[in-house]
Structure formats: structure tokens, C-alpha cells
């Protein structure tokens, strides 16, 4: 986090921090930490405790503020559940304090595997595998979450769902025209197929639940001592809708772990990672929901993923982003459609 003095006033947060109750003293060993790609956090104690905060990034946009009311909120409701979760420990939802809202909640001891890989983990094929199930038993236990019993009723829409992220990503796909440099549509393979094809096979129906969004392993935090998830964490797109969701995004992701550092060209221990049907298998062993429809879900993955990183590339042909990037994640959105498409026939 560069210049994060200037995003952080370590003076008002101590005398909110001593208006809170939490501790005395002074705010010592700030220390920015890397994680998510817009939200900022910083590592610090205070009386002897650790705390991390988060709030919105540097430039801040339309509803940066408004995220992180819905995070504190989701984090505060999910505090008595088996979600393995950042604790939270103070919510600051106005904007006076240190110019945005933020709230801090308690360190995660734990790694991101697409960053970092102990040992410890990566010379065990077992310990891998489990790695693996234990990514999706994450989502098993937030879709078992009854989400009015913890207060976030009216936290999403769930009433027409499923109806709407089609024409919302079709949407995203057509106001990428605004750049007239983009060669356009005609580059992503099969995009109006598949889109119909998605239309036409949508479930009828579904049980509603807390998704999160975004859920790969870029998203979790993993224990040093087991091969277990410490902590799922970056929910700024978490909302009420299909849990399902969840898990199609990880289908459509899981034989994508080129940057877990135990799959690297020649190590074979990357193959031990779970496969897509043991993946399903493992949640329909946790769990009530219907997974008659789950090609359906791993479909609208690819789809709402690809046009998601068909931005970049847009932006990049405009000049607004590095070509590199861009033409990186267009070669990404290529992928993902021609594994729906691979589905779909």
C-alpha cells in the first residue's frame, strides 16, 4: 500500500479506538498488507492486541462505502456460525472518522496459496487433496447459513435471481462498446450461444442463501498446521441469492490453478488437487441442495466470468489498462468460453 499515511490518519483512529473501548495507548507497528485488488487493509497493535483494518481503496468509487457497510454486516451476522471467517471486532460505518468507513477485525493466522506455499503442505499429495475439499466444505457451511435467522434479511434480492444474470452480464458485454478501439464481441467464442443456451436451461427454482461472490482460492486463507481453511475472506460481492453460484464459479475455476505454486510445470502434485466431479460430490454429501441443474451453474461461471475480464481487455485496447494484461485475460475469457461451450455440447 503505498503512501497508506495518507489513506490511514492513525491519530483520529486512536481516539475513535479509545471512544470504542478498545484498549489504551497508542496505535503501533502499522503495517500494510497485501490481499484483495481494490480494498485496502493494515495490520497494527494496539495495548497488546493485533487488529487489521479494511477499508475502501484510494480512489474511491460509487458505492466503495456502501461495500464496506455490507461486509461489516455480513462479518457481524455470520460471527455464530460454522463459516470459517475474519472475526470482526469494530465497525466504524460512517464516513467522519478517517474519511471513509472501515472496520477492524482480528488477523487470520494463515496463507494464500496462490501467493505462498509451505512445505509443510505442498510435499503431500494427501494434504493437497484436502486442501481441495476443504475449499468447497467453505461454501457448503455458508450456504447453510439461514440467512434471516442471522439478520440479513433484505441483504440481497433474491426474488428473481437467477433471471437477471444473463441480461446483467450480456449488460456489462455490450457497454464495453463505449470503447471504440475493442474489436468487439465477435472475439469471445460461442458468447450468444451460450447465453442462450443459459437462458433456456435456467432452474426453475432455488433455495435462497449467503453467496459470496467470488469464491476461488485467491479468496481463502489456508492453516499453517493442517490442511484445513483458516479463514474465506474478500466479500465485497457477497449478496442473497443461489448458493450454487459458489460452487459453479470453483467448477469453472478449479482446472485453472496455474498459480498454485504446487503446479508448476513437472510437479505432479498439482494433479492431486480434487478434480470437478469430486468437487461435486463432496458438497452434495454436505448438503440438501439440488444439484440436478449444477452444469447450469458452472456454465453461468464461464460466462459471467469471461465477460467480467473482457473489460480489461476493452480497456486496454482504449489505452485505460496494460496490453499485456488486457490481451492476458482476453486469452482467459477465450478459455472459459470454450470450456462452457465444451459443456453445453
Known amino acids: 500500500m503505498k503512501d497508506w499515511q495518507s489513506l490511514v490518519d492513525l491519530r483520529a483512529l486512536n481516539t475513535w479506538m479509545e471512544q470504542q473501548g478498545l484498549g489504551k495507548g497508542g496505535i503501533e507497528n502499522p503495517l500494510p498488507l497485501a490481499g484483495g485488488t481494490q480494498n485496502l487493509l493494515l495490520r497494527f497493535q494496539r495495548d497488546g492486541k493485533d487488529y487489521v483494518l479494511?477499508?475502501?481503496?484510494?480512489?474511491?468509487?460509487?458505492?466503495s462505502n456502501d461495500t464496506m457497510r455490507r461486509e461489516m454486516r455480513l462479518l457481524a451476522a455470520l460471527s455464530d456460525t460454522k463459516v470459517p471467517h475474519p472475526r470482526l471486532l469494530a465497525a466504524c460505518p460512517e464516513e467522519d472518522v478517517i474519511g471513509v468507513?472501515?472496520?477492524?477485525?482480528?488477523p487470520i493466522d494463515g496463507f494464500n496459496a496462490t501467493c505462498d506455499f509451505p512445505e509443510s503442505h505442498g510435499t503431500s499429495s494427501d494434504?493437497?487433496?484436502?486442501m481441495g475439499?476443504?475449499?468447497?466444505?467453505?461454501?457448503?457451511?455458508?450456504?447453510?447459513?439461514?440467512?434471516?435467522?442471522?439478520?440479513?434479511?433484505?441483504?440481497g434480492k433474491p426474488e428473481g435471481f437467477l433471471q437477471r444474470q444473463v441480461p446483467r452480464w450480456r449488460a456489462q458485454l455490450e457497454s464495453y462498446q463505449a470503447f471504440a478501439e475493442w474489436p468487439g464481441a465477435d472475439g469471445i467464442p460461442g458468447v450468444d450461444r451460450v447465453g442462450q443456451w443459459l437462458e433456456r436451461h435456467r432452474p426453475d427454482t432455488f433455495q435462497p442463501g449467503i453467496i459470496h461472490g467470488d469464491y476461488h482460492l485467491a479468496n481463502v486463507l489456508y492453516c499453517h498446521e493442517r490442511p484445513e481453511l483458516a479463514a474465506i475472506v474478500d466479500w465485497e460481492l457477497t449478496t442473497i441469492g443461489d448458493p450454487l453460484i459458489d460452487l459453479g464459479w470453483l467448477l469453472a475455476t478449479t482446472p485453472d490453478h496455474l498459480?498454485?505454486?504446487?503446479?508448476?510445470?513437472?510437479?505432479?502434485?498439482g494433479t492431486a488437487f480434487p478434480g470437478r466431479q469430486a468437487m461435486?460430490?463432496?458438497?452434495?454429501?454436505?448438503?440438501?441442495?439440488?444439484?440436478?441443474?449444477?452444469?447450469?451453474?458452472?456454465?453461468l461461471a464461464c460466462y459471467k466470468l469471461g465477460l467480467i475480464l473482457e473489460g480489461t481487455y476493452a480497456r486496454a485496447c482504449a489505452g485505460k489498462a496494460p496490453m499485456e494484461t488486457g490481451e492476458r485475460l482476453?486469452?482467459?475469457?477465450?478459455?472459459?468460453?470454450?470450456?462452457?461451450l465444451g459443456w453445453i455440447s
Open 54 to 63: 479494511r477499508r475502501p481503496p484510494r480512489h474511491l468509487r460509487a458505492n
Open 101 to 106: 468507513s472501515f472496520y477492524l477485525m482480528e
Open 127 to 130: 494434504w493437497v487433496h484436502r
Open 133 to 155: 475439499l476443504s475449499l468447497v466444505e467453505g461454501i457448503t457451511a455458508l450456504g447453510a447459513v439461514d440467512y434471516e435467522k442471522v439478520g440479513l434479511s433484505g441483504f
Open 259 to 269: 498459480d498454485l505454486r504446487i503446479n508448476q510445470k513437472g510437479d505432479t502434485l
Open 280 to 299: 461435486i460430490e463432496h458438497y452434495r454429501a454436505r448438503s440438501d441442495r439440488d444439484l440436478s441443474y449444477i452444469e447450469w451453474y458452472g456454465v
Open 330 to 340: 482476453h486469452n482467459r475469457t477465450i478459455t472459459l468460453f470454450e470450456r462452457a
